[in-house]
C-alpha cells in the first residue's frame, strides 16, 4: 500500500490502495449521504476527495418509505428513507455521467433477492467509470433484503459468492452492525472473495414521540447514524481488522480528521463521511485536510503509516 | 422569556442573495463545542440582503430555544440560499400566512405592495412581524384566535378566493389545507410553502419527501413552494 | 396489573407490579449507577422511588480493572470498571441493612461460571429485604462471564436454569444489545422460568486518543450508555415486549419523564435510569416527576395504562 | 479569546460551605438544551461562601470551553461540596502549585497565612491566581518554564523539603510525583491532591479509581488529597 510519490513530513502522503483501488486519501463519502455526487458539486470539488459511495441501487428505481422519515436523535440521527433510488440503468445513463473524470465513485447495490443483487452487478461490471462496488447487505429498515443477509452468516455467503461471480470490479461488502459477532461475518465475506468490508451501516432503532404517543417514523424502525454510535463503530473496525487480511473501510460518527484518525488506528484503510455531510457539506474535505494535519503535526510521512497503529496494553 | 417570536440578524459573508421564499440551513455550533443537537434547523429568510440576513421564529424545541438564546458576537453554520422560492405574483393576490409561516411572506408582501395580506396567530404577540407588515402600507387584515387583535378567529376565515386569482398560504398544515380547499373550490389558483423535517436542506438526504401526485418531492429541492394542487394533503396531515 | 388505590386523573396511580413484586412507580435506578444506594442517600429518598438496583455481586470481592476506567462520547459515556464490588456477604450484612425498610432493592449478580452465579442466587434466597434479582448476562468488557452468557442462546438457557432453581427471589434476567435477536435471547429466558427481562445493558463499544494512540480505557473495551443509545434501547424492548408475555424492565439513556414513557410505551413495565444519576443524582425521581405530569396532561389515571401503548400503523 | 486562565462565579443557594481542597461537579446545561458534552465537570473551588463560589479554570477542552463562553445569569447543576479537602496543617508547611493545580491551594494558604507558597506555570499568564495570593502576603515563590517571571525551570525546583516538615502539591501528574520523591528522600510529609476523569463525583460510578499501596481508592470520596506515600506513581503515569 502506500503512494509512489516522494514525500517528507512536511506533505505527507495520503493515497491508499482500498480493495485494488488507489485512492487520492482515504476519505470517502458514504453512501446514501452525497446523493449521486452531483448535490454536493456547488460546495466542495469531488475529486479532492478519496472517492464518493453513490446512493445504493436497486434494479428497477425505488420509491422509498412514506415520511417522516427522519428524526433527529441525541447526537445523532434515525432515518428510514427505504433506499428511494433511480435504478441502476439511470445511474449509468444519467448521473454517472455527469461527475468529473477526476472522481472516484463506487457504486452501493441493494436488493430484495440474491439473483437481482447478482443482476446489478452484472450491469455495473465493464463500466470503467466504476472504481468499485459496495454491497449494502445491512439496511436495517427495509422488509425484504439488506439485513436479513447481512445477520445470518449462510445467507451473506451466498450473496457474496454470487456477487463475486457477477462482478468484475473490486468488490466491498457492507457488514450490519447489528449482530452477534460482525468479525464473524467479515470473515465470511473474506471467504468469498471479498476485496474488503465497510462498516459500519446504521444501529437499527426506533424513537417515540409521546406526544402522540406514535413511533417518530412512519416505518417504525429506522437507523441510527452520527457521533453517538462513533464508539461502536470504532469496536466494530477494531474487531474486524484483527480477524480478515482483506482491507477494511471504516465509517459511523465521524465529522473531523481526529475521528478519521482513530478509524484508520483500529485497522480501517479508508474511512467514510456520512451524516457529517448533512450539518456541513465541506465535511469529507474539512476530514481529509484534518487527517493531513494530524499527520504534520505527528511527523507522519504517510498516512498508510497510521493503520492499524494502536497501541494496545 | 416571552413566548412570543424572536428573531437572529446573521453577517453572512458570501451570501450571493435569495429569493422571497428561500431558506437557510443554520448549524446550530459549527464549532463542535456541542455534539448535540446535531443537526442545523430549516428556517426562512425573513428579510435581508449581502450585508445582513434576519430571520423569525418562535421558540419550540431546543434548536430554536438555543437560537434564542444566542448573545452578539456568536457564530452559526450557514448553508443558503436554498429551495425554490416563491414566484412573481400577478396582481391582486392574496398571502396568508399563520404564526411562524408569515416568516416567509414578508419579502413577498415588500415585492408585491399591492397584495392584500391576511395575517393570524393564536395571540397578538404570536403574529410574527406585524408591525414590518403594517410599515409597508399593504392592505393587511389580522385574525387572532383570543380576539386579542382584528377578527377572533381563524385567519382562513378571512379569505375569500375569487376565481383564477392567486393566494399564497404559509402557515400551520391544516391552515393550508383549509386555504387550499377554499381555492379549489372558487376556481383560485393557491400556492403553499411547506415544511418539513430536514436533515440537510439540498437534496442528499432524501428525508423531506413529501407525498404528491406525481410521487414524493422534496420539500428542500423542489419546494418548499408548491401548487396545491399537487400535496396529497390528507397523506401529509 | 395496576394497583387498587382508587384515584382519578388528577392523582395518577404509578404503581406497577415487575415480575410479582410491587413497586410503588415504575422507576429503579440502574445496577452500578447509585452504588448500594447509601451513596444516593444525601441527595433523594430512594423510599420515593420504585426501587433500586444495586450494585453488580459476585459470590467473593472483585477489585475491576485498572484505570482509565471511563471516558465521555457524544451524548454519552464509555465504562470498563470491570464489575468491582464488595461480595455478596458483605453487601446483606453491611449494605442492605443501611438502607430504610421502605427501598425496594433487587439484587443484581455477576460471575464468571454458572455455579458460581447461582451460588451468589443462593445466598440471596431468603433474604426479605432482596425484592428480586436480576442476573446481569451481559457486562460487555470482562474477560469470562457475562456477555459470554448473553450471546450464546444455549449458555444463557443453561445460566438461566441453574440460577430459576437457586433462586427463591422473583428472578429479571438482564440481557446483552449486543446480539443480532435480542427477541430470541429473552424467549429463551422466558422459556427457562424467568419472571422477567431487563434491558439494555451497554454496548460494547472503543474510542481512541489519538494523541496517545492508545484506547481511552485501559481495558481496550468498555460499555457505551447514556442518551447516544437511547434509541437502540427503545427498539430492542419494543422487539422484546413483543416476543414474550414476562415482564420488561426498560433502560438506556433515560434522563426526563418522557423518555422513561416513551419506554413504558414501547412495552416496558418499568424503567431504569443509569447514567443520568451521575450527571444529576436526583434523575431518578425528576423522571418519577415527570411521569407524573405527564399522567396528568394526558388525563392518564393509571400508569399502566400506558404499557404497550404505542400505536404502529 | 486569550490562553490564559478564566473564572466563573456562582451563586449557590444552600451551599453549606466547605473545606480547602474540596470541589464540586459543574453539569454545564441543566436545562438540556444539549445532551453533550453529557457529563458534568469537576472543579477545584478556588474560594468562596455562602453567597458565592468561584472557580479559576483553563479551557482545554470542549467543557471548560463552554465553561469559558457563559454569561452573566447562565445556570449551571451545582454538586458539592465533594472530597475530603485538605487536612489542617502544621507551621512550616510548604504549597508547592502548577498550573491549573493552584485552584485547589488559594484557600489553604488563605487559611495558614505562615506557609511558604511554590507556584508554577509555562508562562507568567499561566500562574493561576498570582495576584490573589500577593495580596495574601504569604512567603511567596515563583516558577516559569519561559522564565517570564521569577525562576527560569520547573516548580520543584524551588522545593527543598525538610524532615518532618510537610508539603502538600497539587498540579499535574509528573510535577506530583516529583514532589513525592524529593519529600520520601528529605523524609518530609507530601500530600498531594490528585485528578481522575469522573462522572459522578459522589462515589456511584467507580470511575474515579486509582492504584494506592492499599488497592484502588476513590479520587472522588477517598480523595482528592491523598498522602503521596499511598500512591501507586508508575501506575498512575
Ligand atoms: C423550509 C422551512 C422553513 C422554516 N422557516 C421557519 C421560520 O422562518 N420560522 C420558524 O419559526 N420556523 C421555521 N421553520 C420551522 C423550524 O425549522 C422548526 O421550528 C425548527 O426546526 C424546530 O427546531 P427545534 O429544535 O426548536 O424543535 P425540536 O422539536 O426539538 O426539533 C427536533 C427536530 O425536528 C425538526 N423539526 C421540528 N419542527 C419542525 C418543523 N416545523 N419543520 C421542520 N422541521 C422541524 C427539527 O429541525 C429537529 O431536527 C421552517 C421549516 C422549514 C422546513
Ligand atoms: C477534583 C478535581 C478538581 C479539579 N479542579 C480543577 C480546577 O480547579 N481548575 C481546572 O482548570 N481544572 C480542574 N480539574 C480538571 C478539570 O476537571 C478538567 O480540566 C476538565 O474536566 C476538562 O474538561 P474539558 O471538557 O474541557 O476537556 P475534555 O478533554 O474535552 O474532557 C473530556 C472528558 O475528560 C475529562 N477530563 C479531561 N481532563 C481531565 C482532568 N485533568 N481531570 C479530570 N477529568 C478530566 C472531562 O471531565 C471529560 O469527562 C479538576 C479535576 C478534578 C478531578
Ligand atoms: C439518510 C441516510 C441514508 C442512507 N442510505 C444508505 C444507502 O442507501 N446505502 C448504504 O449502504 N448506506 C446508507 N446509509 C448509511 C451510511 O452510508 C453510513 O453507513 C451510516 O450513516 C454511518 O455513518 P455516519 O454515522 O457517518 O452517518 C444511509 C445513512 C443515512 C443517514
Ligand atoms: C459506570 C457504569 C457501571 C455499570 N455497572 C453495572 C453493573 O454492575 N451491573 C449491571 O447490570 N449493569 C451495570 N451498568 C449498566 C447499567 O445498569 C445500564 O444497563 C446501562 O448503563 C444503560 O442505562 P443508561 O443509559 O441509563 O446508563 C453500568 C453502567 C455504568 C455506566
Ligand atoms: S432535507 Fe435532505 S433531501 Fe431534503
Ligand atoms: S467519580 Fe464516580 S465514583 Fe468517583
Not at chain 1, 274 to 285: E, M, Q, S
Request: with cysteine; aromatic share 4%; net charge negative.
Amino acid at each position: 500500500m502506500g503512494g509512489a510519490r516522494v514525500s517528507g513530513p512536511a506533505t505527507p502522503e495520503l493515497t491508499v490502495e482500498l480493495a485494488g483501488v488507489r485512492l487520492r486519501n482515504p476519505v470517502l463519502l458514504a453512501s446514501g449521504t452525497c446523493g449521486y455526487g452531483e448535490e454536493l458539486a456547488p460546495f466542495l470539488d469531488l475529486g479532492e476527495l478519496g472517492g464518493i459511495v453513490a446512493k445504493s441501487l436497486s434494479l428497477e428505481p425505488r420509491v422509498g418509505h412514506p415520511p417522516p422519515r427522519i428524526w433527529e436523535t441525541p447526537a445523532g440521527m434515525m432515518n428510514a428513507i427505504g433506499l428511494e433510488n433511480v435504478g441502476v440503468e439511470a445511474f449509468l445513463k444519467e448521473k454517472l455521467p455527469r461527475l468529473d473524470e477526476g472522481v472516484t465513485v463506487f457504486a452501493s447495490v441493494f436488493e430484495t433477492e440474491i439473483d437481482r443483487y447478482a443482476e446489478v452487478c452484472r450491469r455495473l461490471s465493464g463500466e470503467e467509470r466504476v472504481a468499485g462496488i459496495e454491497l449494502n447487505a445491512s439496511c436495517p429498515h427495509v422488509e425484504k433484503g439488506g439485513m436479513e443477509f447481512g445477520q445470518d452468516p449462510a445467507s451473506l455467503a451466498s450473496l457474496v459468492r454470487a456477487c463475486r461471480r457477477a462482478a468484475d470490479r473490486p468488490l466491498l461488502v457492507k457488514l450490519s452492525p447489528n449482530v452477534t459477532s460482525v468479525a464473524e461475518m467479515a470473515r465470511v465475506c473474506e471467504g468469498e472473495g471479498a476485496d474488503g468490508v465497510s462498516l459500519i451501516n446504521s444501529l437499527q432503532a426506533l424513537d417515540v414521540n409521546v406526544e402522540t404517543r406514535r413511533p417518530v417514523l412512519r416505518n417504525v424502525l429506522g437507523g441510527l447514524t452520527g457521533p453517538a454510535i462513533r464508539p461502536v463503530a470504532l469496536r466494530m473496525v477494531y474487531q474486524v481488522a484483527r480477524a480478515v487480511r482483506i482491507p477494511v473501510c471504516g465509517m459511523g460518527g465521524i465529522a473531523s480528521g481526529e475521528d478519521a484518525v482513530a478509524f484508520l488506528l483500529c485497522g480501517a484503510t479508508a474511512v467514510q463521511v456520512g451524516t457529517a455531510n448533512y450539518v456541513n457539506p465541506r465535511a469529507g474535505l474539512e476530514v481529509r485536510d484534518g487527517i493531513e494535519t494530524y499527520c504534520r503535526r505527528h511527523g507522519i510521512s504517510r498516512v498508510t503509516d497510521l493503520i492499524g497503529a494502536l497501541e494496545v496494553p | 422569556m416571552s413566548a412570543g417570536p424572536r428573531r437572529v440578524v446573521l453577517r453572512v459573508p458570501g451570501w450571493p442573495g435569495h429569493r422571497p421564499g428561500q431558506f437557510a440551513m443554520l448549524a446550530l455550533d459549527p464549532e463542535s463545542a456541542h455534539r448535540d443537537p446535531l443537526l442545523a434547523r430549516p428556517m426562512a429568510v425573513y428579510r435581508g440582503d449581502a450585508s445582513a440576513l434576519e430571520f423569525r421564529f418562535k421558540v419550540v424545541g431546543r434548536g430554536t430555544r438555543i437560537l434564542g438564546s444566542l448573545t452578539t458576537g456568536s457564530r452559526l453554520g450557514v448553508v443558503g440560499p436554498l429551495g425554490n422560492g416563491f414566484p412573481s405574483l400577478p396582481p391582486a393576490s392574496v398571502l396568508v400566512g399563520g404564526g411562524t409561516g408569515i416568516a416567509s411572506l414578508y419579502e413577498l408582501a415588500a415585492h408585491h405592495s399591492r397584495v392584500r395580506v391576511l395575517l393570524g396567530g393564536k395571540t397578538q404577540e404570536e403574529v410574527l412581524g406585524l408591525e414590518d407588515f403594517e410599515a409597508l402600507g399593504v392592505d393587511l387584515q389580522v385574525a387572532t384566535e383570543d380576539g386579542s387583535r382584528g377578527h377572533k378567529g381563524l385567519v382562513t376565515d378571512l379569505l375569500e378566493p375569487e376565481p383564477d386569482r392567486t393566494v399564497v398560504a404559509c402557515g400551520p398544515t391544516p391552515m393550508m389545507w383549509a386555504a387550499a380547499e377554499l381555492c379549489r373550490k372558487a376556481g383560485a389558483r393557491c400556492l403553499v410553502s411547506l415544511e418539513s423535517p430536514m436533515a440537510c436542506g439540498f437534496g442528499i438526504c432524501l428525508g423531506c419527501a413529501i407525498p404528491t401526485g406525481a410521487g414524493f418531492r422534496y420539500v428542500c429541492t423542489d419546494g418548499p413552494v408548491f401548487d396545491a394542487e399537487e400535496i396529497r394533503w390528507e397523506e401529509l396531515a
